[in-house]
């Protein structure tokens, strides 16, 4: 399965999941996204821990595209995708009345290699959309002097 097919799938089940939030009576303030490796499982629930959107992904079932990219490759990957998709949802104003602030939707981890991330953070108008955006900032400050001295 390609990545693109992948995000298509993950995108699917992202909006099958904003349509089950909309038609409960209740406001969500957390979802959980997360990938059972071993049964290849992707799953949205709530902070209640009901379900509200799962596919299979085989192609992440042991033994599958986890084999061949190794499960840190493979999770920085899906990771990535999933933003993506969140910040376009968010961007296309999904997240309405079913949703009070603050509004967190964070991907768990798998194992304990991995840790959890959160994919959207929004509180009083303001929106954490990408959080490594100051992940590597040490390095690019070290680089930047490093420059700066040479000159």
């Given amino acids: 399965m390609t990545l693109e097919n992948t995000a298509l799938i993950l995108e699917k089940t992202f909006r099958q999941a904003l349509a089950s939030c909309h038609k409960r009576n209740k406001i969500y303030y957390d979802l959980f996204v997360a990938v059972d490796y071993t ?15 799962e596919e299979i992904l085989f192609d992440y079932a042991q033994g599958g595209e986890k084999e061949a990219l190794g499960v840190e490759n493979n999770t920085r990957e899906l990771k990535k995708i999933l933003r993506s998709i969140v910040e376009q949802l968010y961007d296309e104003n999904l997240f309405d009345d079913s949703f009070g602030e603050p509004l967190s939707i964070v991907y768990l981890a798998n194992d304990k290699e991995d840790n959890d991330e959160e994919l959207l953070f929004v509180h009083d108008d303001q929106t954490l959309l990408d959080t490594p955006l100051l992940e590597h900032l040490d390095e690019d400050l070290d680089e930047f002097f490093r420059t700066l001295l040479d000159e």
Avoid: P, Q, V
């Fill in 39 to 53: 049964e290849g499982r992707f799953t949205i629930s709530d902070e209640d821990d009901n379900i509200l959107a």
